[in-house]
């Protein structure tokens, strides 16, 4: 029997192997997650490297990239992983997705041969973990902006600066840092462990919070000559690595969406009042039905989006129109979702409040919505925006 909420009955759709991949993900996750994410959240602690481990046996960490002891699983295989981690938590999700879509990537797509050995292996596996230095405190939309410097002294590279918002920082091995140098931006891998990196985790955060995030600072920071990525050359490396995370944001947001509907379809058609279930009242099935066709909808979506990517046929804007569409929807579904469970939808008893403050986070990073919103105008119109 077709579960509720494939509608449109998208599951045949997908090869078997996708649909093992799919299966082994959640059972991971209701085995290894579901029982604990809320006190995650609610404690601001998260056992991220326990984690990663577990996750490299399954193959999850750059499983779409190929060799190095990776999986090299399809496009769509592994944006239904994002859906099922996202399903439990948002957090646990950007755990794979900056490790894989972005420090991984960065590294096997801009690396050298030496890098790529020395490190793609062991962060395929979880012994050791990635981060992406992008965002600055001053500068977050517009990396064009940045103000970390790297410059030469004799055959060593010395970098300045800071980075704001990296998620794994705090505990990770080794940083994928993008800098200003004379001839443009290039990135750097830098050993956590280099004298002058320090990483400071943030706390206090509404949001995210079964994630670990952290500020880096660069105080003159020494590397040698091949600590630099030798094929990341521009701006454009960077944010081709960002395309690759918000390709899973495509799938992610829709499994969040999906727990809340879930979530909420259970209570409503156990919970009475006035006399009946609340999922018998007009006003509740509307919701409902809206809701349910807001999901599918992204989920189509992202599956459209991902058998492009398989064909190599994949564009950024086209990944902007997915995550522009897919975490607005899915916010709004949980939103929705809040109002249905009353009270206890405020309760951490229920994922849907906790889902709702993540895709405020979720909303933001990776490219606003307002810089989605840009790339798309700008691939209608043919003009720029930006500046």
């Avoid at 299966?23 to 602690?45: C, K």
């Avoid at 039905?289 to 058998?307: I, T, Y």
């Avoid at 929807?329 to 994922?351: D, F, H, K, M, W």
């Amino acid at each position: 029997m077709t579960a509720p909420l494939d509608l449109l009955d998208l599951d045949p759709s997908l090869t078997d192997e996708e649909r093992q991949i799919r299966d082994v993900v959640r059972q991971l996750v209701d085995d290894r997650v579901r029982p604990h994410v809320a006190d995650w959240y609610e404690q601001g602690q998260v056992p991220a490297r326990e984690l990663a481990r577990e996750f490299g046996k399954l193959g999850l960490l750059g499983m779409h990239l190929t060799g190095y002891g990776c999986a090299g699983a399809s496009a769509v295989a592994y944006g239904l992983a994002c859906q099922e981690l996202e399903a439990a938590d948002s957090g646990v999700r950007s755990l794979v997705s900056v490790q894989g879509s972005l420090a991984m990537f960065a590294i096997w797509r801009y690396g050298s041969a030496e890098q790529k050995q020395h490190w793609l292996p062991p962060m395929a596996t979880g012994e050791a973990i990635g981060c992406f230095g992008l965002t600055e405190p001053d500068h977050g939309s517009d990396p064009a902006s940045m103000a970390t410097r790297a410059r030469r002294d004799g055959d060593d590279w010395v970098l300045t600066g800071g980075k704001m918002w990296i998620t794994n920082a705090p505990i990770a091995d080794v940083a994928v840092i993008w800098a200003r140098t004379d001839e443009g931006v290039r990135g750097f891998l830098v050993p956590m462990d280099t004298p002058g990196v320090t990483a400071r985790e943030i706390h206090r955060k509404m949001s995210l919070r079964a994630s670990v995030t952290g500020e880096i600072v660069l105080d003159d920071v020494r590397l040698p000559a091949d600590a630099q990525l030798p094929e990341a050359i521009g701006l454009k490396a960077p944010l081709s690595c960002l395309t690759e995370a918000r390709y899973g944001i495509v799938w992610g947001s829709v499994g969040a969406a999906r727990d809340c509907l879930e979530t909420t379809l259970a209570y409503a058609t156990t919970r009475t009042q006035f006399g009946r279930p609340l999922a018998g009242f007009q006003l509740t099935q509307a919701k409902l039905a809206d809701m349910a066709v807001e999901l599918v909808k992204g989920q189509l979506l992202a599956l459209h989006l991902g058998r492009l990517a398989d064909a190599q046929r994949l564009r950024p804007e086209q990944v902007s129109v997915g995550k522009l569409n897919n975490v607005r929807e899915a916010l709004a579904i949980a939103r929705q979702c809040r109002t249905i469970l009353g009270a206890n939808g405020v309760s951490g008893e229920y994922p849907v409040m906790r889902h709702a403050n993540n895709l405020e986070s979720v909303l933001t990073y990776e490219g606003t919505s307002e810089i989605h919103q840009l790339v798309v105008g700008q691939r209608l119109t043919g003009l720029s925006a930006f500046a």
